[in-house]
C-alpha cells in the first residue's frame, strides 16, 4: 500500500465525508499506519435491497432498503435499523462506522453496523409497517444472525419492529433466535431497562460533567431537543436527579418554562397521543419558543437527529455544555463554532453508547436464556458509563485534546490492536 495520503477515500455524502474525515484526523493523529487506514476506512460490506409492500389501498410499493457492516473485527456487527426519508446507502455506513467505535470505546465485544428503510413511517399505518419490517428482514436474513450481524431500534424503529423482523428471520433461518436482534420489548425476550437505557446513559454523562464542573445538579438547567425515545429518558432521569429540565421538543414545536417543565406530564401526554407526539404540552406550564437548541440554558442534549447545530444554528445555542444524544447532531464546521464560542461537547458515540450497552446484556441474557433485574441491569449500565466517560475524560486531559478526539483514538486503537492481531485476510 502506498504511504500516499491523496488517495484515501472521501464521499460526497456529507454524513459519511464527516466519518471519513474525523476517523482520519485522529488515525493521523495516533500515527496510525496507512495499511490500517485503508482498511478501515472502508466498509467490509454494503447490502442494497428492494423491499415490495402492498399498501392498504391495493398498490405496490417497492422501497430501498440497506444494511453495512463496517468492521466485524471486534465481533458480530452491530447497530440500528432506521426508518427515515433521507436513509440511503452511505448514510448507513457513516453510522456503521460511528457504532465501530461506539462498540470499541464501550468495550463491548461487537464491530459496527447499521441499517435502514427509506420510507416515511409517520405516513403509512401498522399493517404497512409490519409488511415492511418482514419483507425487510427476509431480504437481510442472509447476512444477520446473533453471531453475525445483531440489529436493534434506531430513529423511528422500536420493540414491535423488532419482533416482526425477528419473527420473519427466526422462520426463514429455521430456528429460534432471541438473539438476532435486541431491543425488543420485554414480554418477547427483552430486558427490563433496554427501553431507558440510552437515555438514562445519556444523562449519566451529563451528571458525571456535572460533578467534574463541581456543579449541584438542581443549579442546573437543561435542554433537550427530540421527546423520542432518547431524548425522553434523558429528560426523565435528568429530572429525576433534580436538574431543571427548561426546554423539550419534537416535531410539534419547543416547549420552555425557565422555571423546570413536568417531565412525568410530558410522558403523560406522549403515552396518551396516537402518535406518541407532545402535543397540548403547552397548556401546562410550557411556552411554546423556536427551538429547544436555542434555549437559555447550560447543558444542551441534542437528542433528534444528525446535523441539527451547524453552520447556521451554531452560533445561537447558548448553552456551555453539550451532551450528543443523538448520532451527529454537530457538523464539523458547528464543532469549531462552538469551541470557539467556549462550548465542552461530550460526544455521540460516548454520550449515547448507553443504548448499545443496553443491548449487549440483552443479548447475553438472550443466549443463556437467563435474565437479570432491572436494578441489576441498570446498575450495569451506570457503572460502565461513568467508568467510560472518566476513561475519555481523563484521556483527553492527559494529551491536551477535545472529547472526541480523545474518544476517537481509544476507539480505533482497539479495534486496530485486533485487526493487527487477527492478520488482513478478508
Ligand atoms: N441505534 C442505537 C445506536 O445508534 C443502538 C444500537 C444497538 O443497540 O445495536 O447506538
Not at 410499493?61 to 426508518?83: D, E, M
Not at 435542554?223 to 429518558?233: D, E, K, M, P, T
Amino acid at each position: 500500500m502506498a504511504d500516499n495520503k491523496a488517495e484515501r477515500r472521501k464521499s460526497d455524502n456529507v454524513l459519511l465525508d464527516t466519518a471519513l474525515q474525523e476517523f482520519y484526523g485522529a488515525a493521523d493523529e495516533m500515527g496510525l499506519s496507512e495499511k490500517l487506514i485503508a482498511i478501515l476506512s472502508h466498509a467490509e460490506r454494503r447490502l442494497e435491497v428492494s423491499v415490495p409492500v402492498e399498501m392498504d389501498d391495493g398498490s405496490v410499493k417497492v422501497f430501498k432498503g440497506y444494511r453495512v457492516q463496517h468492521s466485524t473485527a471486534l465481533g458480530p456487527a452491530k447497530g440500528g435499523i432506521r426508518y427515515d426519508t433521507e436513509v440511503d446507502v452511505d448514510e448507513c455506513e457513516a453510522l456503521a462506522m460511528l457504532m465501530t467505535w461506539k462498540c470499541s470505546l464501550a468495550g463491548i465485544p461487537y464491530g459496527g453496523g447499521k441499517g435502514g428503510i427509506a420510507c416515511d413511517p409517520l405516513s403509512m399505518s401498522k399493517k404497512e409497517k409490519e409488511k415492511l419490517s418482514r419483507a425487510f428482514g427476509a431480504r437481510i436474513a442472509p447476512i444477520i444472525g446473533d453471531w453475525s450481524d445483531v440489529p436493534a431500534p434506531d430513529m423511528n424503529t422500536g420493540g414491535q419492529e423488532m419482533v416482526w423482523i425477528m419473527d420473519t428471520v427466526s422462520k426463514l433461518h429455521g430456528r429460534f433466535e432471541p438473539a438476532l436482534l435486541t431491543g425488543k420489548p420485554i414480554p418477547y425476550w427483552g430486558s427490563k431497562g433496554r427501553t431507558e437505557a440510552t437515555g438514562r446513559g445519556v444523562a449519566t454523562c451529563g451528571l458525571e460533567l456535572m460533578k467534574k464542573l463541581d456543579k449541584n445538579p438542581a443549579d442546573i438547567k437543561a435542554a433537550i431537543q427530540g421527546f423520542g425515545n432518547v431524548g425522553s429518558y434523558t429528560a426523565k432521569t435528568l429530572s429525576d436527579a433534580g436538574v431543571k429540565v427548561v426546554a423539550i421538543s419534537d416535531i410539534t414545536g419547543s416547549y420552555y418554562n425557565p422555571n423546570g417543565l413536568d417531565i412525568n406530564k410530558a410522558f403523560e401526554i406522549i403515552n396518551h397521543d396516537p402518535k406518541h407526539l407532545l402535543n397540548g404540552f403547552e397548556k401546562f406550564g410550557a411556552e411554546k419558543i423556536e427551538d429547544a437548541l436555542f434555549a437559555e440554558c447550560d447543558f444542551l442534549f441534542p437528542c433528534a437527529r444528525d446535523g441539527v447545530i451547524n453552520n447556521q444554528t451554531a452560533s445561537k445555542v447558548k448553552a456551555k455544555y453539550i451532551v450528543e444524544g443523538a448520532n451527529g447532531p454537530t457538523t464539523p464546521a458547528a464543532d469549531k463554532i462552538l469551541i470557539q464560542n467556549g462550548a465542552l461537547i461530550v460526544p455521540d458515540f460516548l454520550a449515547n453508547s448507553g443504548g448499545v450497552i443496553g443491548s449487549y446484556f440483552e443479548w447475553a441474557q438472550n443466549l443463556q436464556g437467563f435474565f437479570w433485574s432491572e436494578e441489576e441491569y441498570n446498575d450495569r449500565l451506570v457503572h460502565i458509563m461513568k467508568g467510560n466517560f472518566n476513561r475519555v475524560w481523563d484521556y483527553a486531559k492527559a494529551k491536551n485534546i477535545k472529547m472526541r478526539r480523545a474518544a476517537t483514538m481509544a476507539a480505533i486503537q482497539r479495534v486496530a490492536d485486533v485487526v493487527e492481531l487477527r492478520g488482513i485476510f478478508l
